[in-house]
């Protein structure tokens, strides 16, 4: 399809003689993925959809208890404390940002009162600002009512590097002014193609000023909402156990007409995924099982029962190995993997090549994660626009031992290869999980043919995926040779997603560990790329640099991308749930329903 007929169609939908699902199906015939078909709506001023789930209940109330399991269990309800997936899906019951994503990417109001467009004048042409009118009537769930300044403080708290947020890469390098109690102005410092970063999806949060306005900077992990949440989501807080229970009841006074469904809200912690998935298809005791992280035979076998089902979410996410080039074994200034080191052997890259080359992606694809994930070589793989076209992957354990043997890398007595006195002999960590321990155990069998010794470490998931900064089991702490997990491309526009790989994030002391770089590698060109494409209005020149920090971090072997991964989920028959593979599980929690 070329420009013109992509031109032709827009005005079509414009028109209304073509629907928007119609262009979207149109666009996916042409090799345009979903995401990618609704931001090009959305960039010419076409109105977004409501939602992609039609909402039937008549009124709210009225749907008795939801029950959902998070197999990782939630440790925080503060947002911009929530560097793993589990505690953003957990504090969105609670907080809203203005907008979120839906599965085919269209960008949903939920605290504005409508998405900025050109059309609207609230999207300035020059990329230097956009204009947000938010939601009137809307009440915290105290009571008090939500406002401009509410959004501009949450602004001023997750710019401010003494909070450590999570978030601070998306609001430190903007200024947001008060129009009035219900307008606020984003304003960037340079043209800033993708403008919906800030206050949207998972990031986009918005907090009380009346209830966080006395715990800023310094003082941020001092405030009781880090565990109590007062927030506007469809869900008000009654009990937080961290690392088990969560208890809210349905929000008498939410803002969106009949919603919620249900009277109340229980989300279960802890245990494993195939007993969340077993709870859900088997015996019906839950009605949402979050993140399956099961292999495919077992999770066929549990839907054979015929309660539930299992729900595949196309998405952005990938399942990826980091290989360490700082020491994880020296400590320098209270911290280990620090920049200030080096690592004795994966600081050399044909180590790592090496390395890349003994993985089998398409026996851990076929055997272990079926419907779960695609074999890839990319960090990036979604939307198709931002997926590199040279990046593939082999598994060569031949080349992989003459790689090593050219660079002399020779077998000890034991069989592992050293140099120079330093032995290849690494501490590959994940956290616990039947899939992502047998794909560890087939990456340490191959690395053994290649005289490469592994000694394999499972971390239970609360404590891996944790923001505990005095654990040394966090993943963000890095504190080995090599580890294992999926991350989440949290919008259809990978810009956020790859900050993982520029030097101004690197996870730190400093920064609590909370940097989005948890490799602690960085690259002068990567970098320069990556500023550059944040003020590249012209899509196609944009992609191209993203694609190129990408393409950096890949072919370095820093990144080693597994798998491509879908979102996978469980549900009873009778539950209608919004997922979307571009935003957490609860993005739309207000909408659930009971047929």
């Known amino acids: 399809m070329n420009e013109d007929e992509i031109r032709k169609s827009i005005a079509e939908v414009k028109q209304g003689t073509l629907s928007r699902r119609s262009f979207i199906r149109t666009m996916a015939a042409a090799g345009i993925a979903a995401p990618v078909a609704s931001?090009?709506?959305?960039?010419?001023?076409?109105a977004m959809a409501d939602s992609t789930l039609q909402y039937k209940p008549?009124?709210?109330?009225?749907?008795?208890?939801?029950?959902?399991?998070?197999?990782?269990?939630?440790?925080?309800?503060?947002?911009?404390?929530?560097?793993?997936?589990?505690?953003?899906?957990?504090?969105?019951?609670?907080?809203?940002?203005?907008?979120?994503?839906?599965?085919?990417?269209?960008?949903?109001?939920?605290?504005?009162?409508?998405?900025?467009?050109?059309?609207?004048?609230?999207?300035?042409?020059?990329?230097?600002?956009?204009?947000?009118?938010?939601?009137?009537?809307?009440?915290?769930?105290?009571?008090?009512?939500?406002?401009?300044?509410?959004?501009?403080?949450?602004?001023?708290?997750?710019?401010?590097?003494a909070t450590a947020a999570y978030s601070t890469g998306s609001y430190k390098d903007i200024t947001v002014e008060k129009i009035d109690d219900h307008t606020v102005k984003v304003l960037f410092k340079a043209p800033t193609p993708f403008w919906a970063d800030p206050f949207v999806g998972s990031v986009g949060q918005i907090l009380p000023k009346h209830h966080f306005g006395d715990y800023a900077g310094a003082k941020s992990r001092e405030a009781p909402g880090n565990l109590k949440p007062v927030g506007t989501g469809p869900y008000k807080f009654v009990e937080f156990k961290p690392g088990d229970l969560i208890r809210a009841e349905r929000n008498p006074d939410y803002h969106v007409k009949n919603q919620p469904h249900f009277d109340t809200l229980e989300v279960k912690g802890g245990g494993d995924a195939v007993s969340a998935a077993r709870t859900v298809l088997q015996t019906g005791e839950y009605d949402y099982a979050w993140n399956l992280l099961v292999e495919e035979e077992v999770l066929k076998r549990m839907e054979a029962s015929g309660k539930g089902r299992v729900d595949i979410t196309p998405s952005g996410n990938v399942e990826f190995i980091i290989l360490n080039t700082t020491d994880p074994w020296t400590e320098v200034d209270g911290e280990r993997s620090s920049v200030k080191t080096k690592h004795p052997t994966l600081s050399d890259p044909v180590v790592r090549q090496a390395f890349?080359?003994?993985?089998?992606?398409?026996?851990?694809?076929?055997?272990?994660?079926?419907?779960?994930?695609?074999?890839?070589?990319?960090?990036?793989?979604?939307?198709?626009?931002?997926?590199?076209?040279?990046?593939?992957?082999?598994?060569?354990?031949?080349?992989?031992?003459?790689?090593?043997?050219?660079?002399?890398?020779?077998?000890?007595?034991?069989?592992?290869?050293?140099?120079?006195?330093k032995k290849l002999k690494y501490v590959f960590q994940t956290s616990i999980n039947a899939p992502r321990q047998k794909?560890?155990?087939?990456?340490?069998?191959?690395?053994?043919?290649?005289?490469?010794?592994?000694?394999?470490?499972?971390?239970?998931?609360?404590?891996?995926?944790?923001?505990?900064?005095?654990?040394?089991?966090?993943?963000?702490?890095?504190?080995?040779?090599?580890?294992m997990y999926n991350t989440t491309q949290p919008q259809p526009d990978p810009e956020r997603f790859l900050n993982q790989c520029v030097s101004w994030e690197i996870a730190n002391k400093e920064n609590k560990w909370l940097g989005r770089n948890i490799s602690r590698w960085s690259d002068p060109e990567a970098d320069k790329a990556y500023k550059t494409a944040q003020q590249e209005l012209d899509p196609v020149k944009r992609a191209a640099l993203l694609i190129k920090v990408n393409e950096i971090f890949c072919e370095a072997n820093i990144l080693v991308p597994l798998l491509s991964r879908n979102i996978v989920g469980a549900g009873v028959n009778s539950l209608m749930a919004d997922i979307s593979g571009w935003d957490v599980t609860t993005w739309n929690l207000g909408s659930w329903y009971r047929v």
């Open 39 to 46: 931001q090009i709506l959305l960039w010419n001023d076409v």
């Open 58 to 161: 008549t009124k709210a109330g009225g749907g008795g208890p939801l029950k959902i399991l998070l197999w990782q269990a939630p440790t925080l309800l503060n947002p911009h404390f929530a560097i793993g997936t589990k505690d953003q899906v957990a504090s969105r019951i609670f907080f809203e940002p203005l907008a979120g994503w839906d599965k085919d990417g269209n960008l949903i109001p939920c605290l504005a009162a409508e998405i900025p467009t050109k059309a609207n004048g609230s999207l300035a042409a020059d990329g230097m600002s956009v204009i947000w009118k938010l939601k009137q009537g809307v009440k915290w769930h105290d009571g008090k009512p939500f406002t401009a300044d509410d959004v501009v403080f949450t602004w001023a708290y997750a710019a401010d590097l």
């Open 439 to 483: 794909t560890q155990a087939i990456i340490k069998q191959a690395c053994q043919k290649a005289g490469i010794d592994i000694e394999l470490k499972s971390v239970t998931a609360s404590v891996f995926f944790s923001s505990d900064v005095g654990n040394p089991d966090t993943y963000s702490k890095l504190y080995c040779d090599m580890e």
């Open 356 to 421: 890349n080359l003994l993985i089998d992606r398409e026996a851990i694809q076929k055997f272990i994660y079926g419907r779960g994930g695609i074999a890839t070589a990319s960090f990036v793989n979604q939307p198709q626009q931002f997926k590199s076209g040279k990046l593939t992957y082999a598994f060569d354990v031949d080349k992989a031992n003459k790689i090593l043997d050219d660079a002399g890398w020779k077998r000890g007595a034991d069989g592992i290869r050293e140099k120079d006195g």
